[in-house]
T-cell receptor, first 113, second 110 residues
Framework: NAGVTQTPKFRILKIGQSMTLQCTQD?????MYWYRQDPGMGLKLIYY???????DKGEVPNGYNVSRSTTEDFPLRLELAAPSQTSVYFC????????????FGQGTRLTVV | DQQVKQNSPSLSVQEGRISILNCDYT??????FLWYKKYPAEGPTFLIS?????DKNEDGRFTVFLNKSAKHLSLHIVPSQPGDSAVYFC?????????FGTGTRLQVFP
């Protein structure tokens, strides 16, 4: 029972570098989400997808890109890392949207220096 | 613009007593509400939910109350146990998305 798997768990990036946070789920869920959690700020929605080939912006999309070529995978791309992107990133999936239980990955702690 | 607000960053409760966590929202289009629990270094896990057509939902020690006119919901935990110590997030759904509050850190002491 893998559920939602995120890689890597930790990463340190230099300003201006790029990276991709990987997220995969094995529950055949249609909906997938990316959130960031800053201290004391709760979880902010970055991007979400309602199915393969469909993505949409959330509350804080600037500086990020996503793609959804398969049902299982929903990678998050940071093109030019900035210190403001230092955060803990969570990927989640749910079967049919926000009115069903969402399952979260363990998170990726990213530090941009 | 914070659409889902949890105004109490922390709450401390004695074991066996009731814990009440509060949440307010601003968007009347939200039709589903959920509570998640988060331990350190882990992802949030689903706890309980309520549809906007109901005003109460109960699951064991956990009960969620919804007051649509006040745009307010609350989570009651009774009796509270030390294992309930965690951060609790309220979330609201306008169908496709989940919008989270800032969280309340609950500490249950013996």
């Amino acid at each position: 029972n893998a559920g939602v798997t995120q890689t890597p768990k930790f990463r340190i990036l230099k300003i201006g570098q790029s990276m991709t946070l990987q997220c995969t789920q094995d529950m055949n869920h249609n909906y997938m989400y990316w959130y960031r959690q800053d201290p004391g700020m709760g979880l902010k929605l970055i991007y979400y997808s309602v199915g393969a080939g469909i993505t949409d912006k959330g509350e804080v999309p600037n500086g990020y890109n996503v793609s959804r070529s398969t049902t299982e995978d929903f990678p998050l791309r940071l093109e030019l890392a900035a210190p403001s992107q230092t955060s803990v990133y969570f990927c989640a999936s749910s079967l049919v949207g926000g009115n069903t239980e969402a399952f979260f990955g363990q998170g990726t702690r990213l530090t941009v220096v | 613009d914070q659409q889902v607000k949890q105004n109490s960053p922390s709450l401390s409760v004695q074991e066996g007593r009731i814990s009440i966590l509060n949440c307010d929202y601003t968007n009347s289009m939200f039709d589903y509400f959920l509570w998640y629990k988060k331990y350190p270094a882990e992802g949030p896990t689903f706890l309980i939910s309520i549809s906007s057509i109901k005003d109460k939902n109960e699951d064991g020690r956990f009960t969620v109350f919804l007051n649509k006119s006040a745009k307010h919901l609350s989570l009651h935990i009774v009796p509270s146990q030390p294992g309930d110590s965690a951060v609790y997030f309220c979330a609201a759904s306008p169908t496709d998305k989940l919008i989270f509050g800032t969280g309340t850190r609950l500490q249950v002491f013996p």
